[in-house]
């Protein structure tokens, strides 16, 4: 793809903008054999966006059987997820302290995280640990995980029925590790947990998510990766951490 083009769609993607999926041009691979589409209940909050399409595969059932995080690890790191487990190296699950009051919701696993096992790890995660430690927190105070636990080909964002097939596994991870306040990184993260789009519009704004029946507080801020594209947007990213810190402490 042309230089110039990529970056503009970077940027878009960074800020939010619904861009259309032009960097897939990779080589198409051999399909697996995959389950056909199931009937099975759609998942409750995080809502789906309106004209999300329906998982090939259906991780219902196996998200609902797992009775500890512990045994959900175990299940999705056996899980089959379709092109993404062909692509990615492992499941990359969480990391943290799944008893923290604050739960941290990211996009998708990178190369480093990838390799890593583990979400969070490269350069934006980095970053996000800095911009946490700058109000207190340190990885005893928070849980992270992503929407996709699977590294999208060429750290592509993740696609709509990719985060549709992670829907449950993430509804469960939430509902076990059971946070008073989530914080959600990055524009593809807000879209996935919320029916609001545009992070540029939203960071800063709390909402509520719903889980299990649970209410509960979610914080949207800018994603790490594009704070490092654009510094100067972090001053509005200190605000969104202060209005966090104040709700943990409250
Ligand atoms: N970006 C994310 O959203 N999640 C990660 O784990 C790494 C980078």
Redo the contacts with the bound molecule.
């Keep these: 793809m042309d230089k110039a083009l990529k970056s503009v769609l970077e940027w878009w993607d960074a800020a939010g903008v619904d861009v259309p999926d032009v960097t897939l041009s990779a080589p198409k691979r051999k399909a697996k054999p995959r389950p056909t589409p199931t009937q099975s209940q759609a998942p409750q909050n995080p809502r789906p966006a309106p004209a999300a399409p329906k998982p090939a595969i259906d991780a219902a059932p196996i998200a609902a059987k797992a009775k500890t995080l512990a045994e959900l690890k175990a299940a999705m790191d056996k899980f089959d997820a379709g092109a993404l487990s062909d692509s990615a190296r492992q499941c ?1 699950f969480a990391r943290g302290n799944p008893e923290a009051d604050l739960m941290i919701i ?5 190369r480093d ?1 990838d390799i890593a096992g583990k ?2 790890v ?1 350069r ?2 980095q970053l996000l640990d800095k911009m946490l430690a700058s109000i207190g927190l340190t990885e005893d105070d928070f849980y992270i995980t ?1 929407v996709v636990n699977w590294r999208p080909p060429k750290n592509r964002n993740p696609k709509a029925d990719e985060i549709e097939m992670c829907r449950p596994f993430l509804n469960r991870h939430i509902e076990l590790a059971a946070p008073k306040v989530l914080l959600i ?2 524009g593809v ?1 807000l879209s996935a947990m919320t029916e609001l789009t545009g992070i540029m519009k939203q960071r800063g704004q709390w909402q509520t998510v719903t889980v299990a029946g649970k209410e509960i507080p979610a914080l949207p801020i800018y ?1 790490p ?1 594009f704070l490092l594209r654009q510094p100067v947007l972090k001053k509005d990213a200190w605000r969104d951490l202060l209005a966090l810190r104040i709700r943990l402490q409250a």
């Design positions: 990359v990211g996009e998708a696993p990178g995280e979400p969070f490269g934006s995660g992503n990184v990055g993260s994603h990766a």
